[in-house]
């Protein structure tokens, strides 16, 4: 049974940073793609950036030059670095990975940014 784990969110002044973690376990070979959505309330989820097991990174452009995404392959984790935080960052952040063609999420923190 496969789970991913976040942890890492919290209260912060616009300005500021947070780092997010997330780790998948379970009977795991490979992942594809990691990466992280949020939703804010009233929103629809939205992809804020995502990595491949290559390496290769994107972002949505909201976030872009701000939050940056890594990933330990060996250690099946993905981080996302946020930085410069804006009110408008405030939301709940999804771990998702692409596992063998079937999509995971983690349960989700929450990420509240004051001005």
């Known amino acids: 049974q496969v789970q991913l784990v976040e942890s890492g969110g919290g209260l912060v002044q616009a300005g500021g940073s947070l780092r997010l973690s997330c780790a998948a376990s379970?009977?795991?070979?490979?992942?594809?793609?990691m990466g992280w959505y949020r939703q804010a309330p009233g929103n629809e989820r939205e992809l804020v950036a995502d990595?491949?097991?290559?390496?290769?990174?994107s972002y949505t452009g909201s976030v872009k030059g701000r939050f940056t995404i890594s990933r330990d392959v060996a250690k099946k984790t993905v981080y996302l670095q946020m930085d410069s935080l804006k009110p408008e960052d405030t939301a709940v952040y999804y771990c998702?990975?692409?596992?063998?063609?079937?999509?995971?999420w983690g349960q989700g923190t929450r990420v509240t940014v004051s001005s």
């Open positions: 998702y990975a692409d596992i063998y063609g079937s999509d995971y």
């Open positions: 379970g009977s795991i070979f490979s992942i594809n793609v």
């Open positions: 990595i491949s097991s290559g390496g290769s990174t």
